[in-house]
């Protein structure tokens, strides 16, 4: 597999919604691995240099807005791999502008087993998740999650002064959630 553009199996269009990080803050799995998060860089730097907001916003894309890294998470690591040799940086517009170095193109190349199966683990979390109509259904689903927020925010504080509506809509959410649940392992509807 080449070097560079190994994560390009990512649909790149799918935008960025609420519930980014998964619903309730909860991921589907765990992305990374310690240390795993420099090989990815490298391989994002591999395809053109980035100044570190938009290494975050790369990774958000290419999991369809599922799992963003936080700045705590990538500023370290790009110094690291800036310590070790393998990126150098640059100031253009007031912005530090991350490059990978021949030094870390051969450690992304010596390495590539790594790198391959970070990919598979990923593509394992997803089900291959990240074609363009795969994509477009979790961004559906998060747009809907979006929503329910929104129509709970506009009519809740009028709900909160009925609890017989309160009641109904704990009893409507209990009823929905089952049946996700449900969906989700994979046995049809909910039986309450």
């Known amino acids: ?8 199996f990512w649909d790149h269009s799918a935008g960025r919604g609420a519930f980014s990080r998964g ?11 310690k240390g795993d998060l420099k090989y990815v ?9 980035r100044h570190g ?8 894309d290419r999991f369809a807005g599922w799992y963003t890294p936080s700045p705590g998470a990538v500023y370290p690591t790009l110094q690291l791999l800036e310590d070790l040799g393998y990126v150098t940086v640059t100031q253009q517009d007031g912005k530090k502008v991350y490059a990978i170095t021949d030094a ?8 590539e087993a790594v790198l391959e199966e970070i990919v598979a683990r990923v593509r394992g979390l997803w089900g291959g ?4 109509e795969q994509a477009a259904a979790w961004a559906a689903l998060r747009e809907e999650l979006a929503e329910f927020g929104r129509v709970v925010g506009r009519y809740g504080p009028q709900a909160a002064a009925d609890p017989d509506t309160l009641r109904r809509l704990v009893e409507a959410l209990r009823r929905a959630r089952a049946e996700v649940e449900d969906i989700l392992r994979g046995t049809g509807p909910a039986t309450l």
């Open 104 to 111: 870390g193109r051969a450690f992304l190349r010596d390495r």
């Open 23 to 33: 619903w309730g803050g909860r991921r589907p799995g765990r992305f990374f691995e």
């Open 1 to 8: 597999m080449p070097v560079g553009r190994v994560f390009g």
């Open 129 to 132: 998740a990240g074609r363009a």
């Open 41 to 49: 860089i490298l391989d994002l730097l591999s395809e053109k240099p």
């Open 53 to 60: 907001y938009d290494i975050i916003r790369a990774l958000e």
